[in-house]
């Protein structure tokens, strides 16, 4: 009877077991796209991804369902190092901002069979670089830091062409890219020299300004002068006295006079 019983409970436990194994469920988030793969039978291979939405049952013994992020998503590479048109060699440290191109995450999972941070690690970055390096190889240095915008706007549209290609779309990128050391050394000498001139230049404007106004000044005084002397007659230095006098008798030299020669 016990044996009975104890096979009994084993068959149900085991009917229990296999009932789960064989159906499971689970929901692609808000944001994704559910990829269903087959791992074993006649459909694997080539047509063994597709795509799903919503609820999904799955049997998680020959099936696994992976989520991809279709939301925008930014990745900051490690800097890299690359060579100019005439050997000249720039730092680049890029951050990209992309997105999965939506239905496209079947073809990059069947393309790769990777998650997709494992392709954001490896592919995109590879794809990055390429892209770096093939427009540097086609830019002296005086025209990258010249035309540095156009140099950018056309690594970012080959990376997105590329991209594109692959499921993904571009949205932004940014190169932090920094220019070699003795590149840097000579703009920093070149506008040390350009801030001493202006202000050599400044110092020169203030010291004219400033001999100007004495030359003013001056002229200003010897006209003054001039004036003063034209129109100081002895009349008028005897009417002033007269306007000015307090009632006493001055006393020039030895005897009284009342007024005083200024001829």
């Not at 159906?23 to 080539?46: F, M, N, P, Q």
């Not at 939506?102 to 073809?107: F, W």
């Not at 404007?205 to 007659?233: D, G």
């Amino acid at each position: 009877m016990n044996r009975t019983l104890t096979w009994t409970v084993a068959v149900l436990l085991l009917l229990a077991f296999s009932a789960t194994a064989i159906t499971s469920c689970t929901r692609i988030d808000a944001g994704h796209e559910g990829i269903l793969v087959k791992l074993y039978g006649s459909d694997k291979g080539v047509q063994d991804v597709s795509l799903v939405t919503g609820r999904v049952w799955y049997n998680p013994l020959t099936e696994e369902v992976f989520q991809f992020p279709t939301f925008v998503q930014t990745v900051d590479y490690a800097p890299f190092t690359v060579n100019a048109k005439d050997g000249s060699v720039f730092t680049v440290d890029p951050t990209l901002s992309f997105r999965v191109i939506a239905g496209q995450s079947p073809q990059i999972f069947s393309k790769y069979r990777k998650e997709i941070n494992q392709i954001t690690e490896t592919t995109l970055y590879n794809y990055t670089r390429d892209a770096f390096r093939i427009q540097f190889n086609q830019y002296s240095t005086d025209s990258i830091i010249s035309n540095r915008q156009s140099f950018e706007d056309k690594v970012q549209q080959a990376l997105g062409d590329a991209l594109r290609k692959e499921g993904f779309a571009l949205e932004q990128m940014t190169s932090g890219l920094q220019y070699p050391d003795v590149i840097v050394q000579a703009v920093n000498l070149k506008n040390k020299a350009v801030q001493q001139a202006m202000q050599v230049e400044n110092e020169l404007k203030v010291a004219e300004a400033q001999a100007r106004k004495k030359i003013v000044e001056a002229e200003a005084e010897a006209r003054a002068n001039e004036l003063r002397q034209r129109t100081l007659t002895s009349l008028l230095i005897q009417q002033q006295f007269i306007e000015k006098w307090d009632g006493r008798t001055p006393l020039y030299g030895n005897s009284p006079t009342f007024f005083k020669n200024v001829e």
